[in-house]
């Protein structure tokens, strides 16, 4: 069985460019959630999807970020414009409705100059 | 909101020494805590979890216990090697039978060193 799969693996982009993240989950898993971990600190949850319907977005840090998922598949995260402050590595989690065992893809390192 | 404070930041210990990595939390509604190491560069692995009916569980070399009334958990690892030097993070999450379990939040981390 594939593992939770992001693209790109690395990204380095200027400050108020845009920059467009892609999670793929395990397949089957309704569950889908993004988190951030910036400069060595803890893991901060971003946002919760339920198939393709957002269960909460109560981590979304601003309104420059937007994520979607489409068909209730995999999601995209967008970030426009970037801030320096958004560099970090962007985790994305899947896992089953009912047994909450989340299982974390590889990440995006951004970093935004 | 939950919140989740993890003990020590930084463990060093011996080859076959035991290590122990603390977590409390705030939430009483929270019911589900894994544990994940990550090692550098790669992604963050589930390593074990406990549900709150459960006061203890044990696989292998790793183990964790949770006092719920208390409100919190830790991880312990025997006989422990190089390759677990990583950084360890406790989570902490709620959710009800036959529904999504909400998100995780995560402790701040330990960064475990084993020296051969």
């Known amino acids: 069985e594939a593992g939770v799969t992001q693209f790109p693996s690395h990204s380095v982009i200027e400050k108020g460019q845009t920059v467009t993240l892609r999670c793929d989950p395990i397949s089957g898993h309704d569950n889908l959630y993004w988190y951030r971990r910036v400069m060595g600190k803890e893991i901060k949850f971003l946002l919760h999807?339920?198939?393709?319907?957002?269960?909460?977005e109560s981590g979304m840090p601003n309104n420059r970020f937007l994520a979607e998922r489409t068909g209730g598949t995999y999601s995209t995260l967008k970030v426009q414009p970037a801030e320096l402050e958004d560099s970090g590595v962007y985790f994305c989690?899947?896992?089953?409705?009912?047994?909450?065992?989340?299982?974390f893809g590889p990440g995006t390192r951004l970093t935004v100059t | 909101g939950e919140n989740v404070e993890q003990h020590p930041s930084t463990l060093s210990v011996q080859e076959g020494d035991s290590a122990v990595i603390k977590c409390t939390y705030s939430?009483?509604?929270?019911?589900?805590f894994p544990w994940y190491k990550q090692e550098l560069g790669k992604r963050p692995q589930l390593i074990i979890d406990i549900r709150s009916n459960v006061g203890e569980k044990k696989d292998q070399r790793i183990a964790v216990t949770l006092n719920k009334t208390a409100k919190h958990f830790s991880l312990h690892i025997t006989e422990t090697q190089p390759e677990d030097s990583a950084v360890y993070f406790c989570?902490?999450?709620?959710?009800?039978?036959?529904?999504?379990?909400?998100?995780?939040?995560f402790g701040q981390g330990t960064i475990l060193t084993v020296h051969p």
């Open positions: 939430d009483s509604a929270s019911n589900y």
């Open positions: 999807f339920v198939k393709e319907s957002k269960q909460d």
């Open positions: 989690a899947s896992s089953q409705v009912v047994t909450g065992e989340q299982y």
């Open positions: 989570a902490a999450s709620k959710g009800a039978g036959g529904t999504s379990y909400g998100k995780l939040t």
